[in-house]
C-alpha cells in the first residue's frame, strides 16, 4: 500500500491514531499552569506519553511557549530554542504551541494544540484565523492539482490579510503527506520526516513542487502575529473526493 492508495482499514488506523493524539494533547495542556518553562512543559509531555504507552514519534514533539511559537520559522530559531527553553517561562494570557506527532498501533498521527493561557483577545483571533484559514486552504484542494499551484493559492489567500505573516518551517513549508514508517525506517529520529525526504517523491507543499496533490496530506499554514505564532494540522485525504478527516 502506497502513500497514495487508503484501504478502510487504513483510513480507520489514521482516524484512530488522530482522535488518540486528540486525546492526549488535551491531557498535557490539562498539566500545564503559568510559570511554567519551556522544558518543563516537555517535560510534563513526556509523562503523558509515557503513561499513554507512546513508544514512538512520527516527528519528535515541538513545544513553544510565548516567543518560543515561532521558533519554527527558521532552523537557527529552531536550533536556538533549545538553549532558551530552559529560561523561556508561559505567562497569563500567553500562548503554547503543541505540536505532536504519536505513532498509535503503526499510524501515525500529526497535530498541533494552539494554547491561549487565560484570556488574550489578540491571541484567540490569531488562533482562530489559523484554523479557518487552514480550513478554507484543505476545502480548496482537489484532486489533480499541482502542489505549487495549492502554495500559491494559499500565499495569496493569506497575503489579503494584512494582520498576519505566512512563514515557512523548514522542509515542511506549508504542510506534507503523511505516511505510516517501514520498520527499517522506525530506528531513526525524526523517522516520519527522513523517510519522506528520502523515500517519496514530492512530500512538501513547496513552490517547487510541481507533483500532483493526491492521497494523505495534513495542510498546516504557519501564521505569525507579532512575535507570536498558531498553526492547525487539517488532515486531508485526496482522491476522487477532497475529504478533510
Known sequence: MNEIELSDKDLKGYLEARN???AIGAEIVGNIKPGMTEKE???????????????????????????????????????SSYFTRYTRILRENDIVLIDIA??????????????????NPDLEALVAYAHDVSLKIAGHVKEGMVVADVFHWAGELI????????????????????CRIPLPWQKFPEAGLN?????????????????????????????????RAAKFEQLVFIGKETVIL
Open 20 to 22: 488518540f493524539t486528540r
Open 195 to 227: 523517510y519522506l525526504l528520502f523515500k517519496t517523491r514530492g512530500p512538501f507543499i513547496t513552490s517547487a513542487n510541481n507533483t500532483m496533490m493526491n492521497g494523505l496530506w495534513t495542510i498546516e499554514p504557519y501564521i505569525i502575529y507579532k512575535d
Open 102 to 119: 504519536p505513532v498509535y498501533n503503526g499510524y501515525p498521527a500529526d497535530y498541533t494544540i494552539n494554547h491561549v493561557m487565560g484570556g
Open 41 to 79: 512543559i516537555e517535560e510534563a509531555a513526556s509523562l503523558v506519553f509515557n503513561k499513554n504507552g507512546v513508544k514512538q514519534h512520527w516527528h519528535m514533539p515541538i513545544i513553544g511557549v510565548g516567543e518560543g511559537s515561532t521558533k519554527l520559522k527558521s532552523v537557527y530559531a529552531l536550533a
Open 159 to 178: 497575503g489579503k490579510n494584512p494582520d498576519y505573516t505566512l512563514a515557512y518551517p523548514p522542509f515542511i513549508s506549508m504542510g506534507h503527506r503523511i
